[in-house]
């Protein structure tokens, strides 16, 4: 079975950013910027926020960051980001999910300007992306077609199961899998005989939040694997597979950790970038 290596393809990806940005900078005399909102002091997320902080730091893009008490109004949240908005310094905006009991996080995410929803979650960049059109997109997503794309897995008219129907990742992930030329299934709590759904792909995607939710038994042999979940338990990170039941199944799998984590990061680099493109073409045209 081939690991397919989430950390050592998004180390590649901020290589060539790194590369890409100093070019950039020099060209139009600032670097990408990006605003990094974390409310509240949830520990995974303080975690994720400084993963993401410090590869900002390797490739060059400039990460701004708001640390604001749990217990701050909505009103002060979507001023903030009202202000973001408005800065021509800060190409993208993060806010840090989830939020705080009391907060809307819809509406929050929706007062983010759709040219800066780095995260690819505002409804104008979903909409895009469901018609075919050029968006940010969303970063787990984009991140396991990347990665698929790096491995030379070719989805074209192969039946891909979609374990999972969040805005985040299934909706999301299915959509482009079928802009690339899949046959798409997406699987949920209420689907019936979901074992043998999952049998029936050749690519599987499993974003239900369970560990260890995809075993053996439900898979083809010969199937590619992408394990999205990471789940907390007592044995420490485990992803919503069977890792170690499917390594003589599976023709290739990610790893949990390793796998899709690194390449959402690098993901929201890219968009970021991707940006910082669009709002200095802007400046230059008007």
Same mark, same amino acid.
């Given at each position: 079975?081939?690991?397919?290596?989430?950390?050592?393809?998004?180390?590649?990806?901020?290589? !060539?950013?790194?590369?890409?940005?100093?070019?950039?900078?020099?060209?139009?005399?600032?670097?990408?910027? %990006?605003?990094?909102?974390?409310?509240?002091?949830?520990?995974?997320?303080?975690?994720?926020?400084?993963?993401?902080?410090?590869?900002?730091?390797?490739?060059?893009?400039?990460? !701004?960051?708001?640390? %604001?008490?749990?217990?701050?109004?909505?009103?002060?949240?979507?001023?903030?980001?009202?202000?973001?908005?408005?800065?021509?310094?800060?190409?993208?905006?993060?806010?840090?999910?989830?939020?705080?009991?009391?907060?809307?996080?819809?509406?929050? %995410?929706?007062?983010?300007?759709?040219?800066?929803?780095?995260?690819?979650?505002?409804?104008?960049?979903? #909409?895009?992306?469901?018609?075919?059109?050029?968006?940010?997109?969303?970063?787990?997503?984009?991140?396991?077609?990347?990665?698929?794309?790096?491995?030379?897995?070719? @989805?074209?008219?192969?039946?891909?199961?979609?374990?999972?129907? =969040?805005?985040?990742?299934?909706?999301?992930?299915?959509?482009?899998? %079928?802009?690339?030329?899949?046959? @798409?299934?997406?699987?949920?709590?209420?689907?019936?005989?979901? $074992?043998?759904?999952?049998?029936?792909?050749?690519?599987?995607?499993? $974003?239900?939040?369970?560990?260890?939710?995809?075993?053996?038994?439900?898979?083809?042999?010969?199937?590619?694997?992408?394990?999205?979940?990471?789940?907390?338990?007592?044995? #420490?990170?485990?992803?919503?597979?069977?890792?170690?039941?499917?390594?003589? @199944?599976? =023709?290739?799998?990610?790893?949990?950790? #390793?796998? @899709?984590?690194?390449?959402?990061? $690098?993901?929201?680099?890219?968009?970021?970038?991707?940006?910082?493109?669009?709002?200095? $073409?802007?400046?230059?045209?008007?």
């Amino acid at each position: 079975m081939r690991k397919l290596d989430g950390k050592a393809t998004a180390a590649l990806i901020r290589q !060539e950013l790194a590369g890409q940005i100093e070019v950039l900078r020099k060209n139009h005399g600032r670097e990408p910027g %990006l605003a990094v909102m974390l409310v509240g002091d949830d520990p995974a997320s303080q975690v994720y926020v400084r993963n993401k902080e410090r590869a900002c730091a390797e490739v060059g893009i400039r990460s !701004e960051g708001f640390r %604001l008490p749990a217990d701050v109004t909505q009103e002060e949240v979507e001023a903030i980001i009202a202000r973001l908005n408005a800065d021509p310094g800060i190409d993208g905006i993060l806010l840090q999910l989830p939020l705080p009991r009391g907060l809307d996080s819809q509406r929050c %995410l929706e007062r983010i300007d759709p040219s800066k929803d780095v995260d690819g979650f505002h409804p104008v960049n979903m #909409g895009r992306l469901t018609l075919g059109l050029p968006c940010l997109r969303s970063c787990t997503p984009a991140g396991v077609m990347a990665l698929l794309a790096k491995y030379d897995i070719d @989805v074209a008219g192969k039946k891909a199961v979609v374990i999972g129907r =969040s805005n985040i990742v299934g909706k999301p992930v299915a959509l482009m899998l %079928l802009q690339a030329n899949a046959t @798409v299934s997406i699987c949920h709590s209420r689907t019936a005989h979901i $074992a043998n759904e999952v049998r029936n792909a050749d690519i599987v995607i499993a $974003a239900v939040g369970i560990p260890h939710f995809v075993t053996a038994d439900m898979v083809r042999p010969g199937a590619v694997v992408i394990d999205v979940g990471i789940n907390r338990t007592d044995q #420490g990170l485990v992803g919503d597979c069977d890792y170690a039941g499917l390594e003589s @199944v599976a =023709s290739a799998m990610t790893p949990v950790p #390793g796998g @899709v984590g690194p390449m959402t990061i $690098a993901q929201l680099l890219v968009n970021t970038v991707e940006a910082y493109r669009v709002h200095v $073409a802007q400046g230059q045209d008007a």
